[in-house]
Each structure stands twice: as structure tokens, then as C-alpha cells.
């Protein structure tokens, strides 16, 4: 897919940019065809120069063929709620697939890894919603491919940033900054009592995901700097409900940043919104909200466990 917005990229002379959105896209095609086999000091390289591209700005919006607002909106009230039907096969299907395609044996082995099954359900509904609605809608045979460009040069660089920010929770972790953050969150804020465990647990869990972009990645330094030591060990808090409402508490802080991209940043192109940040600042008194409530929880629950 990013190997053809790349050829596509290259022949569209109406964006100024062109070069720069095929190499960026080129660069990504070959991260995911040939990562494994280039080493770490070319994966390396690759990132650096995909972080020199988007961050230079030599990224355009390119202008790919496509139909006008009236024809969209002709054809949507010809074809009725019929238009939905790819969108919402996605989720049944996956949802099968997920119960299903790990349960099958081939051989003695199941079809799908059971670790990997959503995933590899999720994939394969995508397909299956891709081939219903080109057989449906019978559209170009080029326009799932221009669309999805179209699409992607409105994200621009920010597509990858899960990717990386995922690697960067990861990179974190071995670091050891969770021990770095804990010696500091111990010496300077008064963490005697379990309450002010509990909400610099959460709150920091909120933080670091905004500044990260992904829960996930901020988890394992928080757990490791306050969680584990403080609330678990010092308090004895259980390490379940903990989690649990520490994932909750970070998602809070998903709500109210752009590095989290395909959460915040998508949306706003998808809907061609002015202002990229117009979901971030609907979301931010939700937001704090929930993460108010997540720890009068976590601190009403995970010592009674």
C-alpha cells in the first residue's frame, strides 16, 4: 500500500511536493517489506531519514482523481444505507475471525496464532470489506489506492507517530527510566499515604501518555516508577485493579494530545476540519473528568482486593 501512494506520489505533478511525499512513502514501504533484513543500523538510518522528511516539511497534500461533493452526495442518496454495508462488516467479521480462526486446527496447529488472532481477523475483514465494495460500488480499480493516498498525505508524518512512539515506550523501559522517575517522584512528592500514591500513579500515567501519545508505552514506566514499589509493595494494593484503572487513567491523558495520532489527528482529517487540534479541545473536559474519577476508583478498590 505505501509502495503504490510512493508511485502514485511520483506522478502527481499538481503537488509541489511530490518527491518528498514518494521518498517519505518509499521509505516506509521498504521499513515494512524489508525491516527485518536490513539490520539495525540501516533501520536506523531509515527512521532518521523519515524524521528528517516530515520534519522539514517536505511533505505536500497531493491531488488525487476523485468525485465531486454533489456526485458523492447524488450517489449516497441513490444507493440508501447500502453504502454503510463495507464499514460495518469490518467489526462482524473481525469479531468472528477473533472467535474462530484460532480455534481451527490445520495440521495439529491452529489456523491463526491465538496471540495474533484479532489482528490477523481484523486484516482479513478489511479485505473482505475491501472486495465487497468494489464488486457493490464498482469504482475505478485505482480508487481504494487514490483514496487511501488522499488520505494519508492529509495525516502526513503524523501517521507513523503510534509506530514510534510505541518503540520509544519500549526503549524507555530498558533504559530504565521508570526507576529514574520513581527516585524523583519519591523525593520531591509527599507519597506517605496511599491516596497520594494513587493519584501520582494516575496522573503520571496521564502525563506521560500525552507526552508519548500511547498509553502502553507510558505504562511500564509508571508502573515500574510508582505502581509496583509504591502501591503494590508499600500499600498492598492488588496489581490487577491497578492496571486496569492505570490503562484508564492513561487513556485520559490520549484524549488531550496530538501524538496520539490515530486517535486525535485522523479524526480531524477525516472529517477535512480547519483546525487539527478541534477534537483534542473537545475531549480535554472529558478528559480531565475521567481522570478524576479513575482515581477516587483505583483508591476506593484497589486496597479492599
Same mark, same amino acid.
Given at each position: 500500500?505505501?509502495? %503504490?501512494?510512493?508511485?502514485?506520489?511520483?506522478?502527481?505533478?499538481?503537488?509541489?511536493?511530490?518527491?518528498?511525499?514518494?521518498?517519505?512513502?518509499?521509505?516506509?514501504? *521498504?521499513?515494512?517489506?524489508?525491516?527485518?533484513?536490513?539490520?539495525?543500523?540501516?533501520?536506523?538510518?531509515?527512521?532518521?531519514?523519515?524524521?528528517?522528511?516530515?520534519?522539514?516539511?517536505?511533505?505536500?497534500?497531493?491531488?488525487?482523481?476523485?468525485?465531486?461533493?454533489?456526485?458523492?452526495?447524488?450517489?449516497?442518496?441513490?444507493?440508501?444505507? &447500502?453504502?454503510?454495508?463495507?464499514?460495518? @462488516?469490518?467489526?462482524?467479521?473481525? &469479531?468472528?475471525?477473533?472467535?474462530?480462526?484460532?480455534?481451527?486446527?490445520?495440521?495439529?496447529?491452529?489456523?491463526?496464532?491465538?496471540?495474533?488472532?484479532?489482528?490477523?481477523?481484523?486484516?482479513?475483514?478489511?479485505?473482505?470489506?475491501?472486495?465487497?465494495?468494489?464488486?457493490?460500488?464498482?469504482?475505478?480499480?485505482?480508487?481504494?489506492?487514490?483514496?487511501?493516498?488522499?488520505?494519508?498525505?492529509?495525516?502526513?508524518?503524523?501517521?507513523? @507517530?503510534?509506530?514510534? @512512539?510505541?518503540?520509544?515506550?519500549?526503549?524507555?523501559?530498558?533504559? %530504565?527510566?521508570?526507576?529514574? &522517575?520513581?527516585?524523583?517522584?519519591?523525593?520531591?512528592?509527599?507519597?506517605?499515604?496511599?491516596?497520594?500514591?494513587?493519584?501520582?500513579?494516575?496522573?503520571?500515567?496521564?502525563?506521560?501518555?500525552? *507526552?508519548?501519545?500511547?498509553?502502553?508505552?507510558?505504562?511500564?514506566?509508571?508502573?515500574?516508577?510508582?505502581?509496583?514499589?509504591?502501591? *503494590?509493595?508499600?500499600?498492598?494494593?492488588?496489581?490487577?485493579?491497578?492496571?486496569?484503572?492505570?490503562?484508564?487513567?492513561?487513556?485520559? %491523558?490520549?484524549?488531550?494530545?496530538?501524538?496520539?495520532?490515530?486517535?486525535?489527528?485522523?479524526?480531524?482529517?477525516?472529517?477535512?476540519?480547519?483546525?487539527?487540534?478541534?477534537?483534542?479541545?473537545?475531549?480535554?473536559?472529558?478528559?480531565?473528568?475521567?481522570?478524576?474519577?479513575?482515581?477516587?476508583?483505583?483508591?476506593?478498590?484497589?486496597?479492599?482486593?
Amino acid at each position: 500500500m505505501f509502495a %503504490g501512494f510512493a508511485l502514485l506520489s511520483v506522478r502527481d505533478r499538481a503537488n509541489r511536493r511530490r518527491l518528498g511525499n514518494a521518498a517519505f512513502w518509499g521509505l516506509l514501504a *521498504v521499513s515494512f517489506l524489508f525491516g527485518s533484513r536490513l539490520g539495525d543500523l540501516a533501520n536506523g538510518l531509515l527512521v532518521v531519514a523519515l524524521v528528517l522528511l516530515g520534519g522539514s516539511r517536505a511533505l505536500g497534500i497531493g491531488a488525487p482523481k476523485s468525485t465531486s461533493q454533489h456526485e458523492r452526495e447524488t450517489r449516497a442518496r441513490r444507493r440508501g444505507n &447500502v453504502i454503510f454495508l463495507p464499514a460495518l @462488516l469490518i467489526p462482524i467479521l473481525t &469479531v468472528i475471525g477473533t472467535l474462530t480462526l484460532g480455534r481451527i486446527p490445520i495440521g495439529g496447529a491452529p489456523l491463526a496464532d491465538p496471540k495474533e488472532v484479532t489482528l490477523i481477523a481484523l486484516a482479513l475483514a478489511i479485505l473482505a470489506a475491501l472486495i465487497v465494495a468494489m464488486a457493490k460500488f464498482r469504482p475505478p480499480a485505482a480508487a481504494a489506492l487514490d483514496e487511501g493516498r488522499r488520505l494519508a498525505d492529509m495525516i502526513g508524518w503524523a501517521i507513523i @507517530l503510534p509506530q514510534m @512512539l510505541a518503540a520509544l515506550g519500549a526503549v524507555f523501559a530498558l533504559a %530504565g527510566v521508570g526507576k529514574v &522517575v520513581g527516585r524523583i517522584a519519591t523525593t520531591w512528592l509527599p507519597l506517605g499515604h496511599p491516596f497520594a500514591a494513587v493519584a501520582a500513579y494516575c496522573i503520571g500515567m496521564a502525563l506521560f501518555t500525552m *507526552v508519548m501519545g500511547n498509553a502502553f508505552a507510558a505504562f511500564p514506566v509508571m508502573t515500574a516508577a510508582i505502581g509496583v514499589p509504591l502501591i *503494590v509493595h508499600r500499600f498492598g494494593g492488588d496489581p490487577a485493579v491497578m492496571g486496569a484503572i492505570g490503562m484508564l487513567s492513561g487513556f485520559c %491523558g490520549t484524549l488531550a494530545t496530538p501524538m496520539a495520532a490515530n486517535f486525535n489527528i485522523v479524526p480531524a482529517a477525516l472529517l477535512e476540519l480547519p483546525d487539527r487540534n478541534a477534537v483534542i479541545k473537545v475531549q480535554i473536559p472529558t478528559g480531565i473528568a475521567l481522570l478524576v474519577c479513575n482515581i477516587l476508583l483505583m483508591y476506593t478498590l484497589v486496597f479492599r482486593f
